[in-house]
């Protein structure tokens, strides 16, 4: 044995590893990026103890490789999460998100009487701020701020 | 322009705003005359507001066009649940232009995402009013002759008042002074000083209005609004904080001029009214000339 530290999610041979999730936002990091729908192999842990970030999650996806443009959709919910990319069982690139300038159907807007509450109309802010996170809303031009920061 | 609608006033350059203004003043000079024959206007008020559908009913009347619409949703199919979007996409069909209030914050930008023909926001809940604000602007050069280095002081509700924040944001762009007078509880939101901040612009603050009122070019007063308050005993200590008299203006500068958005109830006493310094009567029938350049823009005839 090389390692003596056994993995808690096995490895993958090919695929994007997404580490350093907040463990209480895995499940809307698998809803914005679509994990629920596609076929392909995924395993997640999550609760699992972590040096820097209290209790984190990891998602390991066999066989799928993410645009910058769709992966930094879950910098709103998991701002320091960091992309392994694996090929042959080795990291062969080391991303991290970045909050995007524009974000579209993510969010919904926190004013009650904004229209995009009412009727069926994506959402869509200018971000204003990426830390903390400041949404400005494309139809209300009222701002969702972090705290009140709800993903649809 | 750009976009074709008129949705919120920062979706006109200064240039565009200008222009609007000019031809504002050509309408003034000659306010009747054919050029929208043969045009259909809709006026879809999905909340009441007699001072302003009057306003853009007269200003298309004059010019030849008709207007079809409805002035309270009790009476229109929104009754029945029909969303904005059908009714939106219905509409659009018979007219050449919609002119649309709505009581849903940015239900005037949806509407002109779906609408095949331009819309104009004559305001949508608590977010904009764009006509408000260049029929403002109009008075405002009309009355002082140019639009740069003004000072001009805000009265009454600063924290709620849409149309005050509307033409602050708008007259920054001319290198304006603000004197901001209001009661604490409705003080200037930290969020536009913040924008004033940045554009390094000057303002001062004051619950005072006599101590800034002698150096003001423009003087614009505001209705506090009662629906407002969740706590009646705060609106009666502040509704009446502050009422402008006519001896208050004894020592005003010659050109100052008194705008308000009208309705008033009673923070102009009507003691104000013969002083040759009030102008918010003008102001509503610069309203009427400020929306014939505002369709005539939009539909591309002038």
């Known amino acids: ?152 | 322009m750009e976009t074709r609608s008129l949705v919120s006033i920062d979706d006109l350059t200064t240039a565009e705003i200008l222009k609007i203004l000019k031809l504002a003043a050509a309408f003034e000079k000659n306010p009747v005359q054919d050029i929208l024959r043969g045009k259909v206007v809709a006026t879809l008020f999905f909340e009441p507001s007699t001072r302003t559908r009057l306003s853009f009913e007269s200003a298309v009347n004059k010019l030849g066009g008709k207007i079809i619409g409805f002035t309270d949703s009790s009476t229109s199919s929104v009754t029945k649940g029909e969303t904005l979007n059908d009714t939106i996409r219905t509409v659009n069909n018979y007219v050449d232009l919609i002119v649309m209030r709505h009581p849903i914050e940015g239900s005037a930008r949806y509407a002109s995402e779906i609408s095949t023909v331009p819309v104009v926001n004559a305001g949508d809940g608590a977010n904009q009013h764009p006509t408000q604000t260049l029929l403002d602007l109009y008075s405002i050069m009309k009355t002082q002759g140019k639009l740069e280095n003004l000072n001009i002081c805000m009265v009454g509700d600063l924290k709620y008042g849409r149309t005050v924040h509307s033409l602050m944001m708008a007259m920054s762009r001319w290198n304006t002074s603000f004197n901001f007078v209001a009661p604490d509880e409705l003080k200037m939101p930290d969020e536009y000083k913040f924008y004033l901040d940045n554009l390094g612009l000057k303002y001062r603050e004051t619950t005072d209005l006599n101590s800034v009122i002698d150096k003001a070019d423009i003087v614009y007063m505001t209705r506090v609004q009662k629906e407002r308050f969740s706590d009646p005993m705060e609106y009666e200590k502040v509704k009446n904080a502050y009422v402008l008299h006519d001896y208050m203006l004894a020592d005003t500068k010659p050109g100052m001029r008194i705008l308000h958005p009208l309705p008033r109830v009673n923070e102009i006493n009507p003691d104000v009214d013969s002083n040759e310094k009030a102008y918010y009567f003008e102001q509503a029938l610069n309203g009427v000339f400020t929306r014939q350049a505002i369709i005539c823009t939009l539909l591309g005839i002038k």
């Open chain 1, 1 to 152: 044995m090389t390692d003596p530290k056994q993995l808690l999610v096995s490895a993958i041979e090919s695929g994007t590893v997404i580490d350093h999730i907040p463990a209480v936002t895995l499940f809307k990091v698998i809803k914005i990026l679509g994990l629920d729908k596609i076929k392909n192999q995924i395993t997640f842990g999550t609760n699992l103890e972590s040096k820097t970030d209290g209790r984190k999650a990891i998602i390991k996806i066999a066989g799928k490789f993410f645009q910058d443009d769709d992966i930094n959709r879950i910098a709103l919910v998991a701002p320091q999460a960091k992309l392994n990319i694996i090929k042959d069982y080795k990291v062969v690139e080391k991303r991290v998100v970045e909050v995007p300038d524009e974000v579209s159907a993510i969010a919904k807007c926190m004013n009650p009487k904004c229209i995009t509450n009412f009727e069926k109309v994506t959402t869509r802010f200018k971000v204003v701020s990426k830390k903390p996170v400041a949404l400005k809303c494309h139809y209300c031009e009222k701002i969702t701020d972090q705290e009140r920061l709800e993903i649809i």
